[in-house]
Nanobody, 117 residues
Framework: QVQLVESGGDLVRAGGSLRLSCTASGSLFRPNVMGWYRQAPGKQRDLVATISSGGSTNYADSVKGRFTISRDNAKNTVYLQMNSLKPEDTAVYYC???????????WGQGTQVTVSS
């Protein structure tokens, strides 16, 4: 069983930066894809960014140029560097891991990011 533990959420002013981290414990096979999704109150959960175990990345248009996803495969950890934050980035951010070998999807518990104007 894989567990995802997130950290780094906080309250920050518009224009500020935050770095989220997510570490997967247990056996996460490769290939896999790790990433971040977010859910604002009353809205659906949306993709923010993903990165494969091979290093391929994908970003939502709304965060391109501001957010950077990276990972340390040795530590089974994925990071999300968020710069130039906007109030509309306010949401609960969820870490996700897709084990492509076992066709299994894992979610973290979520971390709150609040951007004040």
């Amino acid at each position: 069983q894989v567990q995802l533990v997130e950290s780094g959420g906080d309250l920050v002013r518009a224009g500020g930066s935050l770095r989220l981290s997510c570490t997967a414990s247990g056996s996460l096979f490769r290939p896999n894809v790790m990433g971040w999704y977010r859910q604002a109150p009353g809205k659906q959960r949306d993709l923010v960014a993903t990165i494969s175990s091979g290093g391929s990345t994908n970003y939502a248009d709304s965060v391109k140029g501001r957010f950077t996803i990276s990972r340390d495969n040795a530590k089974n950890t994925v990071y999300l560097q968020m710069n130039s934050l906007k109030p509309e980035d306010t949401a609960v951010y969820y870490c996700n891991a897709k084990d492509l070998v076992r066709a299994t999807n894992y979610w973290g518990q979520g971390t709150q990011v609040t951007v004040s104007s």
